[in-house]
T-cell receptor, first 114, second 111 residues
């Protein structure tokens, strides 16, 4: 089955700790994204990557870092500099093919601070 | 800066009734997306609208795009309880990749 997987489903972070959220896709999509959703809010873009070894900051990149070493993978690290990390994190991917630009979302990771 | 506004943010309807959700965006956009989110779940793609006058329909949902007015609508016909969810619109602006989302419309369909 083609799709996007995220792990873990739930993640607990202690003060001062960096944590990494996994995102993998087997859709052969070139572009991948990370969004943050707060309760009762829309999605806000953290980082996106159009191609391997390249990524750009979104609207709320401070306190986050990413890497794109493989086409299939786009992990997100929430660093200790992110002071309010509790949120629902969604990874998405899309194709470059005209007419196929829909972003497909993974199941999400819920991050909680202890 | 691209801004996307949805209204209403909350919508309670009776089964069998019709209603429309509105999505306004502030700058020229190549594409407009509609997604559905069930509580605690991820986003499910409903429609992507690519040109002025585009209309797409799936079951009881119909989406349209007016690029001149910078407005998209999601029309619900004869609502049923299963349509209860939060609906988001997202605009690409002039970007090939970045989407800016509205805050979502929480739809509750009552028996």
């Amino acid at each position: 089955d083609g799709g996007i997987t995220q792990s873990p489903k739930y993640l607990f972070r202690k003060e001062g700790q960096n944590v990494t959220l996994s995102c993998e896709q087997n859709l052969n999509h070139d572009a991948m994204y990370w969004y943050r959703q707060d309760p009762g809010q829309g999605l806000r873009l953290i980082y996106y990557s159009q191609i391997v070894n390249d990524f750009q900051k979104g609207d709320i990149a401070e306190g986050y870092s990413v890497s794109r070493e493989k086409k299939e993978s786009f992990p997100l690290t929430v660093t200790s500099a992110q002071k309010n990390p509790t949120a629902f994190y969604l990874c998405a991917s899309s194709s470059w093919d005209p007419g196929q630009e829909t972003q497909y979302f993974g199941p999400g990771t819920r991050l909680l601070v202890l | 800066e691209l801004k996307v506004e949805q209204n209403p943010l909350f919508l309670s309807m009776q089964e069998g009734k019709n209603y429309t959700i509105y999505c306004n965006y502030s700058t020229t956009s190549d594409r407009l997306y509609w997604y559905r989110q069930d509580p605690g779940k991820s986003l499910e793609s409903l429609f992507v609208l690519l040109s002025n006058g585009a209309v797409k329909q799936e079951g009881r949902l119909m989406a349209s795009l007016d690029t001149k007015a910078r407005l998209s609508t999601l029309h619900i016909t004869a609502a049923v309880h299963d349509l209860s969810a939060t609906y988001f619109c997202g605009s690409s602006g002039g970007s090939n990749y970045k989407l800016t989302f509205g805050k979502g419309t929480l739809l509750t369909v009552n028996p």
